[in-house]
């Protein structure tokens, strides 16, 4: 699940998943629902193929994953229709996108996911994240 | 929490451990900075190695890391540069530009200028419709050059420079360009932006200095075009880009902050220069960038008015920026790297930063902009260094974005300006609810503290009849 939320003068993007995996699929997900508008005509078909892995803090791989699908959007206009999450051996996350052409409507500008207090906070057997975007 | 002291009715002082943050407040905009993160964000700053000053100006409100509407100054040997303290639109600024036209010969052709300027000023959230397209060495170039390369490639004439913030460009010692940073600005060079940046033509409805506004070329009830926008995406990256390389620098060094959008390296530091300069490189196409879309609207419209009429460069002021300055505190003379998050410069007349200025006699002017449907001001810096010669950069949101299109979402805000003599075109209902006057500070309050604080008198106030939301 996610949701846009007021964060003073800009917006956050807030994530709730069972797990990891599921909740960094949401937040690339979430980030595309608040960036571009629904397409009726939207024709997907795999342009490429990307893989992103997230090692270290998880917390700030999020952001910088968020902001590795954002300027592959901006540059190449290529959006992740399918993502596939997988946990490795030490204990990283890789990130397989199935990227297509995107040639919808922006709904929304954002010109960087922030690390901005991006702590994965757990509530029983929720995960709950923030990102807060600068628009 | 904190020790509050106040100075004056517009000067608040809280003691930390280190040294005091100085508040531009008035009781009431006070109260309202102790209701979010902004004190805190403060506080956190005077926390940071080789501090040495930490204002929050009349406009200041929450942002992540630094507050917007703050300046931070750093010692130059002992002290940090944070991207953070720049933010994300590196070197977004302020142009204004007197049209010597009368003003009812533009209101005359006011609806198709409007939509003229509409359509024909790149905006919103595109990345591919720049006015001028570049390929991987003129994006250098353009980098290296700043609102040179515009005027050498006919976007203005060359004594637009002197009325631009360092004669409109920084010198760069080296390359630092990311690879990213490079690809997204080559199509966007002379595009608008979307969130609070815009275009507009205002009416100069007041002039509370005579001299002085006829010096900076400003005449009762004339045209000025006003416009603010950044460096676009190629900003963006440099600072998404740095501030991971500044994460992952600082990780293995163990250095660790208080928030992370308050990471920073020691400025004499290795990659600390590199994004210093890539920071500048951001901070020339950001010139380069308003003088081609303030060249770009001039000719609009003079072709909708269907002749050649003269215009003058008012100024281009910055108010997102890291700059190398010497000031004085506390009566000893310091070189400091001076953030500027939501602030401009405030140079008065003789300053020693002024001398390739044509203001260099009176002091530069300082644009602040309100809000659509408010009014804009033009202001003249005091003799005083209280500030570091800085000064608010514009209203300062109150609301949040989802929240003001909760609260005005039955409001129909075009027929309202409307009625106030406002037209007005965005690129869509949601975007100018969320930049709607009622969600921003009263901007005739944020002027009157900084005038009372002795930063800036009044020049001139402009009052807008028509705004292009980007």
Redesign the interface.
Same mark, same amino acid.
């Given at each position: 699940m996610h949701k !846009? !939320? %007021? /964060?003073? =003068? +800009?917006?956050a993007l807030h994530i709730t998943s069972k797990n990891i995996e599921s909740l960094i699929k949401e937040a690339i997900y979430g980030m595309l629902d608040y960036l571009v508008d629904e397409n009726k005509n939207l024709k997907i078909e795999t342009k490429k193929t990307l893989n992103y892995l997230i090692e =270290?803090?998880i917390e %700030?791989g999020i952001v +910088?994953a968020l902001?590795f699908f954002l300027?592959t959007f /901006? !540059?190449e206009?290529l959006i992740p229709y399918r993502i596939y999450i997988k946990k490795t051996n030490s204990g990283g996350f890789n990130i397989k996108a199935f990227m297509s052409e995107f040639r919808g409507n922006?709904?929304?500008?954002i010109?960087?996911a922030? /690390?901005?207090?991006?702590k994965i906070i757990q509530n029983n057997d929720t995960l709950a994240f923030t990102v807060?975007f %600068?628009? | 929490m904190f020790e509050i002291q106040k100075v004056t009715d517009f000067l608040y002082k809280i003691k930390t451990s280190t040294i005091d943050i100085e508040i531009y407040a008035n009781e009431s905009i006070f109260k309202k900075l102790q209701e979010d993160e902004t004190l805190k964000q403060a506080f956190s700053i005077t926390q940071m190695p080789g501090i040495k000053k930490i204002m929050l100006m009349s406009d200041a409100h929450q942002g992540y890391g630094f507050p917007i509407g703050s300046v931070a100054a750093f010692d130059y040997e002992e002290g940090v540069i944070s991207p953070g303290g720049v933010g994300y639109d590196i070197n977004c600024g302020v142009r204004a530009i007197s049209i010597h036209a009368a003003l009812d010969e533009i209101q005359r052709h006011a609806e198709t200028i409007l939509y003229a300027l509409y359509s024909q000023i790149p905006k919103g959230a595109v990345s591919d419709k720049a006015i001028y397209y570049l390929n991987d060495k003129k994006i250098r170039q353009v980098t290296f050059e700043g609102a040179h390369f515009a005027i050498k490639n006919g976007f203005g004439e060359d004594h637009d420079l002197q009325a631009i913030e360092d004669n409109g460009r920084i010198e760069i010692a080296k390359d630092c360009l990311t690879k990213d940073a490079l690809q997204r600005g080559k199509t966007e060079l002379g595009s608008l932006g979307s969130g609070n940046h815009f275009l507009e033509i205002d009416k100069v409805e007041e002039i509370f200095d005579e001299q002085i506004a006829s010096d900076f070329g400003i005449f009762l009830h004339y045209p000025v075009l006003l416009l603010h926008s950044g460096s676009r995406g190629l900003g963006h990256q440099i600072a998404i880009d740095y501030l991971r390389l500044f994460k992952d620098s600082t990780n293995s060094k163990k250095l660790s902050f208080p928030n992370k959008e308050l990471t920073s390296l020691p400025f004499l530091d290795e990659l600390a220069q590199s994004y210093f300069q890539a920071a500048n490189q951001a901070a020339n196409y950001a010139f380069a960038n308003r003088q081609i879309l303030g060249f770009r609207a001039t000719e609009i419209i003079f072709n909708c008015i269907k002749k050649p009429i003269n215009y003058t460069l008012i100024y281009d002021i910055v108010h997102n920026i890291a700059k190398i300055e010497q000031h004085s505190i506390n009566g000893k003379n310091q070189k400091l790297i001076v953030h500027r998050k939501g602030a401009t410069r405030a140079f008065y007349a003789k300053h020693q930063y002024l001398k390739n200025s044509r203001y260099f006699n009176i002091g530069h002017p300082i644009l602040i902009p309100g809000t659509m449907g408010s009014s804009s001001y033009i202001l003249v810096a005091r003799d005083s260094d209280q500030t570091l010669n800085s000064i608010c950069h514009g209203a300062g949101r109150v609301l949040g974005r989802r929240q003001a299109i909760k609260t005005l979402k039955n409001q129909d805000l075009i027929t309202q300006l409307k009625q106030k003599g406002i037209l007005l075109l965005g690129e869509s209902k949601k975007s100018l609810l969320e930049e709607a006057p009622s969600a921003y500070k009263d901007i005739d309050t944020v002027i009157d503290i900084a005038e009372k604080a002795n930063l800036a008198k009044k020049v001139a106030k402009l009052k807008p009849f028509m705004v292009i939301k980007g």
């Amino acid at each position: 699940m996610h949701k !846009i !939320i %007021d /964060y003073s =003068g +800009d917006v956050a993007l807030h994530i709730t998943s069972k797990n990891i995996e599921s909740l960094i699929k949401e937040a690339i997900y979430g980030m595309l629902d608040y960036l571009v508008d629904e397409n009726k005509n939207l024709k997907i078909e795999t342009k490429k193929t990307l893989n992103y892995l997230i090692e =270290g803090n998880i917390e %700030d791989g999020i952001v +910088d994953a968020l902001n590795f699908f954002l300027k592959t959007f /901006y !540059i190449e206009k290529l959006i992740p229709y399918r993502i596939y999450i997988k946990k490795t051996n030490s204990g990283g996350f890789n990130i397989k996108a199935f990227m297509s052409e995107f040639r919808g409507n922006l709904k929304n500008y954002i010109k960087a996911a922030t /690390y901005c207090e991006n702590k994965i906070i757990q509530n029983n057997d929720t995960l709950a994240f923030t990102v807060v975007f %600068d628009v | 929490m904190f020790e509050i002291q106040k100075v004056t009715d517009f000067l608040y002082k809280i003691k930390t451990s280190t040294i005091d943050i100085e508040i531009y407040a008035n009781e009431s905009i006070f109260k309202k900075l102790q209701e979010d993160e902004t004190l805190k964000q403060a506080f956190s700053i005077t926390q940071m190695p080789g501090i040495k000053k930490i204002m929050l100006m009349s406009d200041a409100h929450q942002g992540y890391g630094f507050p917007i509407g703050s300046v931070a100054a750093f010692d130059y040997e002992e002290g940090v540069i944070s991207p953070g303290g720049v933010g994300y639109d590196i070197n977004c600024g302020v142009r204004a530009i007197s049209i010597h036209a009368a003003l009812d010969e533009i209101q005359r052709h006011a609806e198709t200028i409007l939509y003229a300027l509409y359509s024909q000023i790149p905006k919103g959230a595109v990345s591919d419709k720049a006015i001028y397209y570049l390929n991987d060495k003129k994006i250098r170039q353009v980098t290296f050059e700043g609102a040179h390369f515009a005027i050498k490639n006919g976007f203005g004439e060359d004594h637009d420079l002197q009325a631009i913030e360092d004669n409109g460009r920084i010198e760069i010692a080296k390359d630092c360009l990311t690879k990213d940073a490079l690809q997204r600005g080559k199509t966007e060079l002379g595009s608008l932006g979307s969130g609070n940046h815009f275009l507009e033509i205002d009416k100069v409805e007041e002039i509370f200095d005579e001299q002085i506004a006829s010096d900076f070329g400003i005449f009762l009830h004339y045209p000025v075009l006003l416009l603010h926008s950044g460096s676009r995406g190629l900003g963006h990256q440099i600072a998404i880009d740095y501030l991971r390389l500044f994460k992952d620098s600082t990780n293995s060094k163990k250095l660790s902050f208080p928030n992370k959008e308050l990471t920073s390296l020691p400025f004499l530091d290795e990659l600390a220069q590199s994004y210093f300069q890539a920071a500048n490189q951001a901070a020339n196409y950001a010139f380069a960038n308003r003088q081609i879309l303030g060249f770009r609207a001039t000719e609009i419209i003079f072709n909708c008015i269907k002749k050649p009429i003269n215009y003058t460069l008012i100024y281009d002021i910055v108010h997102n920026i890291a700059k190398i300055e010497q000031h004085s505190i506390n009566g000893k003379n310091q070189k400091l790297i001076v953030h500027r998050k939501g602030a401009t410069r405030a140079f008065y007349a003789k300053h020693q930063y002024l001398k390739n200025s044509r203001y260099f006699n009176i002091g530069h002017p300082i644009l602040i902009p309100g809000t659509m449907g408010s009014s804009s001001y033009i202001l003249v810096a005091r003799d005083s260094d209280q500030t570091l010669n800085s000064i608010c950069h514009g209203a300062g949101r109150v609301l949040g974005r989802r929240q003001a299109i909760k609260t005005l979402k039955n409001q129909d805000l075009i027929t309202q300006l409307k009625q106030k003599g406002i037209l007005l075109l965005g690129e869509s209902k949601k975007s100018l609810l969320e930049e709607a006057p009622s969600a921003y500070k009263d901007i005739d309050t944020v002027i009157d503290i900084a005038e009372k604080a002795n930063l800036a008198k009044k020049v001139a106030k402009l009052k807008p009849f028509m705004v292009i939301k980007g």
